[in-house]
């Protein structure tokens, strides 16, 4: 019966190979080079590109009047918040930074990491990059053009009320003037703010909100900060 496997017959040998065969060796094949700046493998466990969009933090009361509070502490503080690219500028409390998804707490949680670090309170108030791109090029006074920097925009905390708003009083310092537009107040304060009766208390008191502000040239050196 056939088993369905071929065997030779006992004591036959099996026949010569043919002259001129060529002997089938394997072989392994070449690598190919390896591209220069090609990735090897996949990223590190962990690892993740740079992602989320970027922001400007503007604090009052930063290292005047003993309230210290070194920058790097501060850059520390924000990082801690889950910020990244953290950045500061001069003294008086401005950070850029990245972050991912919503900043929703982001504010609050400095603010409180403040008074633990440097045992005092400081507002933090948070604008996106594009925020402050618009809130430059729809400024509604033009720069005189002076020494001291006469364009300023308080940031404030809070949308204040339309009745609030139209509670102001235009008049309050003559020479000056302002005009509130959402969330900021512009300034145009032609002998700076030292002469001014536009303060933060008087904004804050009538529009029951929190401010801190800037002058344009600041605000502008920030939006650079935000694409190096």
Same mark, same amino acid.
């Given at each position: 019966?056939?088993?369905?496997?071929a065997?030779r017959?006992? $004591?036959r040998k099996a026949?010569?190979?043919?002259?001129?065969?060529a002997?089938?060796n394997?072989?392994?094949p070449?690598p190919?080079?390896?591209k220069?700046g090609?990735?090897?493998?996949?990223?590190?466990? *962990?690892?993740?590109a740079? +992602?989320? +969009?970027r922001?400007v933090?503007?604090l009052?009361? =930063?290292n005047?009047?003993?309230r210290?509070l070194?920058?790097?502490?501060?850059?520390?503080l924000?990082?801690?918040?889950?910020?990244t690219? /953290?950045?500061?500028? =001069?003294q008086? $409390?401005n /950070?850029?930074?990245t972050?991912?998804g919503s900043i929703d707490?982001?504010a609050e949680?400095?603010?409180r990491? =403040?008074?633990?670090a440097?045992?005092?309170e +400081?507002?933090?108030? =948070?604008? +996106?990059e594009a925020e402050?791109?618009?809130?430059?090029e729809e400024a509604p006074?033009?720069?005189? *053009?002076?020494k001291?920097?006469?364009?300023h925009?308080l940031?404030?905390?809070?949308e204040?009320?339309?009745?609030?708003?139209q509670?102001l009083d235009?008049?309050r310092s003559p020479g000056?003037r302002?005009e509130?537009?959402g969330?900021? /107040?512009y300034?145009?304060?032609p002998?700076?703010?030292?002469?001014?009766?536009?303060?933060?208390?008087y904004?804050? $008191?009538k529009l029951r909100?929190?401010s801190?502000?800037?002058?344009?040239?600041t605000?502008?050196?920030?939006l650079?900060?935000c694409?190096?």
């Amino acid at each position: 019966m056939a088993t369905g496997t071929a065997r030779r017959a006992p $004591g036959r040998k099996a026949p010569p190979a043919k002259k001129g065969a060529a002997k089938k060796n394997p072989t392994t094949p070449k690598p190919r080079p390896e591209k220069v700046g090609a990735a090897k493998g996949p990223p590190a466990k *962990g690892a993740k590109a740079p +992602s989320g +969009s970027r922001y400007v933090a503007f604090l009052r009361s =930063i290292n005047i009047g003993g309230r210290t509070l070194p920058m790097p502490v501060l850059a520390g503080l924000f990082e801690k918040a889950g910020c990244t690219a /953290v950045k500061t500028y =001069i003294q008086s $409390g401005n /950070v850029v930074f990245t972050k991912a998804g919503s900043i929703d707490g982001v504010a609050e949680a400095v603010e409180r990491a =403040i008074v633990r670090a440097a045992g005092f309170e +400081s507002p933090v108030v =948070i604008r +996106s990059e594009a925020e402050l791109r618009s809130l430059l090029e729809e400024a509604p006074f033009a720069d005189p *053009g002076g020494k001291k920097p006469a364009l300023h925009a308080l940031f404030l905390k809070h949308e204040p009320a339309p009745e609030a708003v139209q509670a102001l009083d235009p008049g309050r310092s003559p020479g000056d003037r302002f005009e509130v537009r959402g969330s900021h /107040v512009y300034l145009l304060c032609p002998n700076g703010l030292a002469e001014t009766k536009l303060t933060n208390a008087y904004f804050d $008191g009538k529009l029951r909100t929190t401010s801190t502000g800037r002058n344009f040239r600041t605000i502008q050196r920030m939006l650079e900060m935000c694409g190096e």
